[in-house]
């Protein structure tokens, strides 16, 4: 049964700082690219980054980039994104899921499924 539980989100000032988790049960990151996603209010979600289980490399959006890290974790199942400066921009919701990137940019993987999401975890940019 696939699972996926993300975790860190919080309230934090502008120009702060957060560390989303995310761990997966039910398949192995070893074989997956791996992302992340937010929705923020009234909007559609959108692909933040994406790491690739061949050779680590990393992606991400134009909005973030700079700011944000993915890294992974194969041994404890887990992703994680690191965020600094924050923006109030980056208020959303933010969820874990598989990846692929293209020219619609990040993208959930190839049979990602939509009972696959997880509750994801609030993050607040604000003063």
């Known amino acids: 049964q696939v699972q996926l539980v993300e975790s860190g989100g919080g309230l934090v000032q502008p120009g702060g700082s957060l560390r989303l988790s995310c761990a997966v049960s039910?398949?192995?990151?070893?074989?997956?690219?791996m992302g992340w996603f937010r929705q923020a209010p009234g909007k559609e979600r959108e692909g933040v980054s994406c790491?690739?289980?061949?050779?680590?490399?990393?992606y991400y959006a134009d909005s973030v980039k700079g700011r944000f890290t993915l890294s992974r974790d194969n041994a404890k199942n887990t992703v994680y994104l690191q965020m600094n400066s924050l923006k109030p921009e980056d208020t959303a919701v933010y969820y874990c899921a598989t990846c692929e990137t293209g020219v619609h940019g990040i993208v959930a993987g190839e049979g990602w499924r939509a009972d696959y999401w997880g509750q994801g975890t609030q993050v607040t940019v604000s003063s």
């Open positions: 790491i690739y289980n061949s050779d680590d490399s990393t």
């Open positions: 039910g398949f192995t990151l070893d074989y997956y690219r």
